[in-house]
Structure formats: C-alpha cells, structure tokens
T-cell receptor
Framework: EAQVTQNPRYLITVTGKKLTVTCSQN?????MSWYRQDPGLGLRQIYY???????DKGDVPEGYKVSRKEKRNFPLILESPSPNQTSLYFC????????????FGNGTRLTVT | DAKTTQPPSMDCAEGRAANLPCNHS???????VYWYRQIHSQGPQYIIH???NNETNEMASLIITEDRKSSTLILPHATLRDTAVYYC???????????FGDGTTLTVKP
C-alpha cells in the first residue's frame, strides 16, 4: 500500500533532550516536506526537500533540522526541543514535475515539558 | 505560491450541497488549485484539484472561475462524516514551498 509513515505517533519529552521524528514513503517521491500544526491554525511548513541531498527552509524552520540522505526517508531533528515546539507534526510527499497532490502521514503529536 | 482566503466556518444541513469558497486572486498561470480536508487531527486527505477547467470526482466537484481568481468546492450531498476542516491551496508543479491557510471548518448538521 502506498503510504507515508511517521514514527512515533506520540512523543513526550523534556526540554533540551534531542529527538528525531522519522518519515518514510514507499512511492519513490522526490519531494518531501514537514509541517507543524498548532490548535486552531493551519499547517505551517518547516522544511522541504526537492530530492536527495536537497533541502530548504519553509516558513518556520527555527529550531529544526532535516536530512535527506536517501529518497524514501526525511527525518525531522530537534536538537534541543523547547516547549514552544509542542505541536502536531505532519510529513508529506509527492512526485515532482507533476500536478499530483501531497500524500500525508498520520501525524506525530509531540509534547515538550 | 499564491495565498488563499477562505471563510473560517460554514454550516450545512445533512443531505444538502455544501459549497465552500476560496479566493486566490494572485494565482499564477501555472498554479493548480488543490483541496484537502482534515478530520479531527488526522493527516490531511486530498479531495480534488484543477487548473482552469471544472473538475468532478467521486468525492466532490471543483468550480474555478474563468479568471481563476476564485474557486468553489462542492460536496453534492453532505453527510455528517463530511464535518472537517477544508483547505484550499495553490501550487505549481515544481514549487518547494506550499502554504496552507487556516481553512474552513465545515459542520454538517442533522
């Protein structure tokens, strides 16, 4: 089944403890992206990647890192999480050069205390 | 990418058509209009997209004005399960950034 898989679904951590949220897609998509969603708000883009080894900032990149070493994986790294990064995170992918829509994962709910 | 404007909320009676508007007055010629919906806190689900012609699929219809500055998503016979937040975005095929607005919360009432 074609899908975008995020892990974990839920994560509670403490301020300053490095964490990684994984994202993997099995559709051979070039483009991948991370979003965060806070209560009552839409999705805000954190980082995106047009292809392997190509990443760029979205609208809210501060406090996050990403890497794209292989096509299927696009992990989101929080080197020193802070409470204001408590949020619902979504990963998405699509094939570039087409008008195909974004395929979203099921989300990761992160709480930083 | 062009920005979009949607009403924050709408109600619809069950069984009636739900018409959700979206304004994208700064859309470029190569940008498509996409609609997604999000139920509770699940991942957004793709509904439909179009460039300039009207489109229909098993879920909905998309009407794009001739000047492409606005569009309407039509759910022909809304059910309670269509209660969700609906997002309209515009994007070209090679865009990196993709901006979601705050969407429209559609509540379908019995």
């Amino acid at each position: 089944e074609a899908q975008v898989t995020q892990n974990p679904r839920y994560l509670i951590t403490v301020t300053g403890k490095k964490l990684t949220v994984t994202c993997s897609q099995n559709m051979n998509h070039e483009y991948m992206s991370w979003y965060r969603q806070d209560p009552g708000l839409g999705l805000r883009q954190i980082y995106y990647s047009m292809n392997v080894e190509v990443t760029d900032k979205g609208d809210v990149p501060e406090g996050y890192k990403v890497s794209r070493k292989e096509k299927r994986n696009f992990p989101l790294i929080l080197e020193s999480p802070s409470p204001n990064q408590t949020s619902l995170y979504f990963c998405a992918s699509l094939p570039t050069g087409t008008n195909s829509p974004l395929h979203f994962g099921n989300g990761t709910r992160l709480t930083v205390t | 990418d062009a920005k979009t404007t949607q009403p924050p909320s709408m109600d619809c009676a069950e069984g009636r058509a739900a018409n959700l508007p979206c304004n994208h007055s700064t859309i470029s010629g190569n940008e498509y209009v996409y609609w997604y919906r999000q139920i509770h806190s699940q991942g957004p689900q793709y509904i439909i997209h179009g460039l300039k012609n009207n489109e229909t699929n098993e879920m909905a219809s998309l009407i794009i004005t001739e000047d492409r500055k606005s569009s309407t998503l039509i759910l022909p016979h809304a059910t309670l399960r269509d209660t969700a937040v609906y997002y309209c975005i515009v994007r070209n095929t090679n865009a990196g950034k993709s901006t979601f607005g705050d969407g429209t919360t559609l509540t379908v009432k019995p």
